[in-house]
């Protein structure tokens, strides 16, 4: 069963740090494409970061550049958002998502396996 389980959301000021984990378990093969997608209430949801297979490519939206970093540790089947400089409107669910199929990993192409999602809070 394929599972995917987010950590490290929480409630911190603006200007703060936050590291997000999401474990990936289950799947028959690495997935080619990783990435965060984030919903804010009464808003759609957005893709944030998202990696290909052995970090060949990375997308940021642009509102992030600078200030978030996507990776994974392969070893640990682990992807990572690290969130520096938060701002209250990075306020959201942050949902790890996964595909396994090649080609384009851009959050505009379509993720098939996704987590319960991790609440980020940033106060002004």
């Known amino acids: 069963q394929v599972q995917l389980v987010e950590s490290g959301g929480g409630s911190v000021q603006a200007g703060g740090s936050l590291r997000l984990s999401c474990v990936a378990s289950?799947?028959?093969?690495?997935?080619?494409?990783m990435g965060w997608f984030r919903q804010a209430p009464g808003k759609a949801r957005e893709g944030v970061a998202t990696i290909g297979s052995g970090g060949s490519s990375r997308y940021y939206t642009d509102s992030v550049k600078g200030r978030f970093t996507i990776s994974q540790d392969n070893a640990k089947n682990t992807l990572y958002l690290q969130m520096n400089s938060l701002k209250p409107e990075d306020t959201a669910m942050y949902y790890c998502a996964a595909r396994q199929s090649a080609g384009n990993c851009s959050p505009l192409y379509e993720y098939n396996y996704w987590g319960q999602g991790t609440q980020v809070t940033v106060s002004s």
């Open positions: 289950g799947f028959p093969y690495r997935p080619y494409c």
